[in-house]
Nanobody
Framework: QVQLVESGGGLVQTGDSLRLSCAAS????????LAWFRQAPGKKREVVAA????????YHSDSVKGRFTMSRDNARSTVYLQMNSLEPEDTAVYYC???????????????WGKGTLVNVSS
């Protein structure tokens, strides 16, 4: 019932900025909160940020707080992840996911996108 399509990944250098987009669609998409996760090679999947369709607050993990910002555009059913001051340790496949906020922040989701690769070189 929910489809998620990420875009915007690529190869960048340390200190660069990048904006990821996630287009969300489906009859019930408005019932779900959305999140960004990432998984680096050999690492566990990590929640990066989460947001609701209503309100103006968003959750950001300690590892990205102050550098990354999640936002939404309700009219386009799209969420974004603005990534600034990128570092090599940010290199990962970034996934868009949908679920309940209280479960997203502990790594669970009902729907997942296929991911987009962000590669930050030294």
């Amino acid at each position: 019932q929910v489809q998620l399509v990420e875009s915007g990944g690529g190869l960048v250098q340390t200190g660069d900025s990048l904006r990821l987009s996630c287009a969300a669609s489906g009859r019930t998409v408005s019932r779900y909160d959305l999140a960004w996760f990432r998984q680096a090679p050999g690492k566990k999947r990590e929640v990066v940020a989460a947001i609701r369709w209503t309100g103006d607050s968003a959750y950001h993990s300690d590892s990205v707080k102050g550098r990354f910002t999640m936002s939404r555009d309700n009219a386009r059913s799209t969420v974004y992840l603005q990534m600034n001051s990128l570092e090599p340790e940010d290199t990962a496949v970034y996934y868009c996911a949908a679920g309940a906020a209280q479960t997203l922040v502990v790594g669970r989701a009902d729907y997942w996108g296929k991911g987009t690769l962000v590669n930050v070189s030294s």
